[in-house]
């Protein structure tokens, strides 16, 4: 079992940062893949980092070059740096683990769910 609990979202103008954080509960926690998902009003949830065990990294095309993630296991937690944020990138962000060294993309593929937390980003 894993429990996850997000920090960091806010307000901010367009061209703006935040980082968002995950702190993670559960011995295993260096054994998932933990990606950070967003969703806004309307539309679906997607997939915008993920990281597996490895440490290799995935990204949307809409947020490569602009958002980066990180775990640090040693604190059990995941990050999700957001630099040059656009109005575009408003939404609920969500972290996510899943127990496999394969970090998939599909939502319904993560068994375990923070409860999110809301950037808005003002033009």
């Known amino acids: 079992q894993v429990q996850l609990a997000e920090s960091g979202g806010g307000s901010v103008q367009a061209g703006g940062s935040l980082r968002l954080s995950c702190a993670a509960s559960?011995?295993?926690?260096?054994?998932?893949?933990m990606a950070w998902f967003r969703q806004a009003p309307g539309k679906e949830r997607e997939r915008v980092a993920g990281?597996?065990?490895?440490?290799?990294?995935y990204y949307a095309d809409s947020v490569r070059g602009r958002f980066s993630i990180s775990r640090d296991n040693a604190k059990n937690t995941v990050y999700l740096q957001m630099n040059s944020l656009k109005p575009e990138d408003t939404a609920m962000y969500y972290c996510?683990?899943?127990?496999?060294?394969?970090?998939?993309?599909?939502?319904?593929?993560?068994?375990?769910w923070g409860q999110g937390t809301q950037v808005t980003v003002s033009s």
């Open positions: 990281i597996n065990t490895g440490s290799s990294t």
């Open positions: 559960g011995n295993t926690y260096s054994a998932y893949c």
């Open positions: 996510a683990a899943r127990q496999s060294v394969y970090c998939s993309s599909r939502p319904n593929e993560f068994g375990y």
